[in-house]
């Protein structure tokens, strides 16, 4: 029993990653856009397999990468938010 199973891990520093009970906030999030769409079209079952279908795409999407993997996948395709600290895209050279 070398191997550790940390899936219901118990976040005990700040540093922590966010926790709905035994699963990540951001694969809540992605579960809870198809449960919602599932509702509003009135197709409630339908929703929950689909949510729970694309929150397990999501997990298997992001195991093993980095952990803001949620942030870069949006700035990457929807172009938000834009970074203030970050210079714009298209300059290539700098000085200083």
């Given at each position: 029993?070398?191997?550790?199973?940390?899936?219901?891990?118990?976040?005990?520093?700040?540093?922590?990653?966010g926790?709905?009970?035994?699963?990540?906030?951001?694969?809540?999030?992605?579960?809870?856009?198809?449960?919602?769409?599932?509702?509003?079209?009135?197709?409630?079952?339908?929703?929950?397999?689909?949510?729970v279908?694309?929150?397990?795409?999501?997990?298997?999407?992001?195991?093993?990468?980095?952990?803001?993997?949620?942030?870069?996948l949006?700035?990457?395709?929807?172009?938000?938010?834009?970074?203030?600290?970050?210079?714009?895209?298209?300059?290539?050279?700098?000085?200083?």
């Open positions: 029993m070398t191997h550790q199973d940390l899936s219901h891990y118990i976040p005990r520093r700040l540093d922590d990653r926790k709905f009970l035994f699963w990540d906030v951001d694969v809540t999030f992605v579960a809870l856009i198809g449960i919602l769409l599932g509702v509003a079209t009135e197709y409630r079952i339908s929703g929950v397999i689909l949510g279908a694309m929150a397990h795409s999501y997990k298997k999407l992001k195991s093993g990468k980095h952990p803001g993997i949620a942030a870069h949006t700035y990457w395709f929807a172009g938000m938010p834009v970074p203030d600290e970050l210079p714009a895209s298209h300059f290539r050279e700098f000085n200083g």
